[in-house]
């Protein structure tokens, strides 16, 4: 079983910026990537960010140039710095990891509320 710690969501107002972090630990032998979705109420899960350990990065339309996502291969951490944040983006984001042989695991989410 992967373990996952997520921390940075909150409110924030329009044109402001927040920073996830996700650590994992427990089961995580053969990750080649981590990444963050997201999922607001009614609506479907929406892949957010993704990279992988050899620090390729893949991103949704819809943040490119307003996300960055980072990773730390050796503590097992990704981050996404949100900037120019809209009240679009409010959502719950999964942090999740891409394993080998286990597939995808998901963190438990952190919501994430742009509003005035």
């Known amino acids: 079983q992967v373990q996952f710690v997520e921390s940075g969501g909150g409110l924030v107002q329009p044109g402001g910026s927040l920073r996830l972090s996700c650590a994992a630990s427990g089961n995580i032998f053969g990750i080649y990537g981590m990444g963050w979705s997201r999922q607001a109420p009614g609506e479907q899960r929406e892949l957010v960010a993704f990279?992988?350990?050899?620090?390729?990065?893949n991103y949704a339309d819809s943040v490119k140039g307003r996300f960055t996502i980072s990773g730390d291969n050796a503590k097992n951490t990704v981050y996404l710095q949100m900037n120019n944040l809209k009240p679009e983006d409010t959502s719950v984001y999964y942090c999740y990891v891409d394993q080998r042989q286990r597939g995808r695991s998901w963190g438990q989410g952190t919501p994430v509320t742009v509003s005035s």
């Open positions: 990279i992988s350990t050899g620090g390729i990065t």
